[in-house]
């Protein structure tokens, strides 16, 4: 099965924004205009909407009302009725229910005008002339600057030593080290390494960090790697840190 070759496009964004012309300028104000007049006409057009709908809605609450007026005063005679028969003193006699007006919409509307954010229909945005397929044409134009230190060299170099040497990694910050090593498919395998990087074999590392070290590779039940970057000889320098009795 041919292996998944992937493309990485580094762009200068940047630099993609040339100085725009005047015929440009002009054009892009000339569209702006029409863009709030259409935007202007939409929200006329809503207005007329909204007062539709408030006149419509006022309508429908006074024939509400009206038709709550005629039941509460078909129920007053009624009772005045019964308590007539009944020669009642006193009858509890119910109120008229106030009706409870719909909701109207009120003056004050919300809009959303939609403003692009996007340089792409800018036509002074040139960003094929600033785009970049390869790493070495990106640091040449001096885009991309990684690695730059002698710390970023060794993890780089670390990172590459033990994916030739079919590891996967991922990241370790959670596990006190730079990466989490995987002896296979992470979606098949748990991370049996934590991987931290010294930027060189001479870099000085206290007796407490290799037992701390070692203890959190215990009690996460991973053993720890301590690896260092020569960058005289370009290779990496990997021991291993576990537990006695552990495994």
Not at 136 to 163: D, H, K, Q
């Amino acid at each position: 099965m041919p292996e998944e070759v992937v493309l990485l496009v580094e762009k200068d964004d940047a630099r993609a924004h040339h100085e725009s012309t005047q015929a440009e300028n002009d054009k892009w104000n000339q569209v702006q205009k029409l863009e709030q007049r259409r935007s202007l006409a939409q929200k006329e057009d809503m207005k007329g909407n909204v007062a539709m709908r408030k006149a419509m809605t006022e309508a429908a609450t006074l024939k509400r009302r009206e038709r709550e007026e005629r039941r509460a005063a078909a129920a007053k005679i009624t009772v005045a009725t019964e308590a007539e028969k009944s020669e009642l003193s006193t009858i509890p006699i119910e109120t008229m229910r106030s009706s409870t007006p719909a909701s109207i919409i009120g003056s004050s509307t919300s809009y959303t005008v939609n403003i692009p954010t996007k340089s792409t229909p800018l036509s002074w945005y040139r960003p094929l002339e600033h785009s970049y397929e390869t790493l070495t044409s990106a640091r040449e134009a001096g885009v991309w600057l990684c690695p730059s230190t002698a710390e970023e060299r060794a993890r780089c170099g670390v990172f590459r030593t033990l994916w030739e040497k079919g590891y996967y990694m991922g990241c370790g910050i959670k596990f006190g080290g730079e990466f989490l090593v995987y002896p296979g498919d992470p979606l098949r395998y748990h991370s049996h390494f934590v991987a931290s990087v010294l930027a060189s074999a001479s870099a000085p590392l206290r007796p407490m960090e290799i037992i701390a070290h070692g203890r959190l590779g215990t009690a996460t039940k991973k053993a720890h790697l301590l690896c260092s970057w020569d960058e005289g000889k370009g290779e990496a320098n990997v021991f291993s840190i576990e537990w006695a009795g552990f495994g």
